[in-house]
């Protein structure tokens, strides 16, 4: 059993896959939810100062090279997007709840990796980027584990 913890705390950190998709084998593996979410969410934040600090960084110097220009130029570009997305839909004094709802919808491409990725474009602030982004990730759990757990079918959603 610790052995399934243990990928879906390694799962957790794989980009665009994320908390959301470790959830999912939880709920599969029939692992404890509230364990799994702890875990989950653990393991999806591990990567967040990294990215803050350092993504941004390496996309930029990434950017013009020859053979990985354009893998580095999507993420980048994709960064870039998600913090003026931000901007547009909360200007910059609701940044904090709009980098919340933006990890914590669980929509493909909105997880911890992207938001953490505006937050630094926009230089949020490395506090408020963690913070944000943690409660996204849980609010994203708890939605990931109702639906693959048959909640919302209960309820007629």
Avoid: C, H
Avoid at 56 to 68: E, H, N, Q, S, T
Avoid at 99 to 126: Q, Y
Wanted: zero cysteines.
């Amino acid at each position: 059993m610790l052995q399934k913890y243990l990928w879906i705390f390694l799962i957790a950190m794989v980009p665009m896959v994320e908390l959301r998709g470790s959830i999912i084998f939880a709920v599969g593996w029939g692992l404890d939810y509230f364990t799994a979410l702890a875990v989950s969410a653990i393991g999806n934040m591990l990567p967040v100062p990294i990215i803050y600090f350092f993504a941004r960084k390496v996309l930029i110097w990434g950017a013009d090279k020859k053979y990985i220009g354009g893998f580095f130029r999507f993420f980048l570009e994709k960064g870039e997007k998600a913090g003026q997305k931000l901007t547009e839909k909360a200007g910059r004094g609701g940044l904090f709840i709009a980098l919340m709802l933006f990890v914590g919808i669980p929509l493909p491409g909105t997880g911890a990796w992207t938001g953490t990725l505006g937050a630094s474009f926009l230089n949020m602030g490395i506090k408020s980027t963690a913070a944000a982004v943690s409660l996204g990730v849980i609010m994203a759990g708890i939605i990931v584990g109702m639906a693959s757990t048959g909640v919302f079918s209960v309820i007629g959603l």
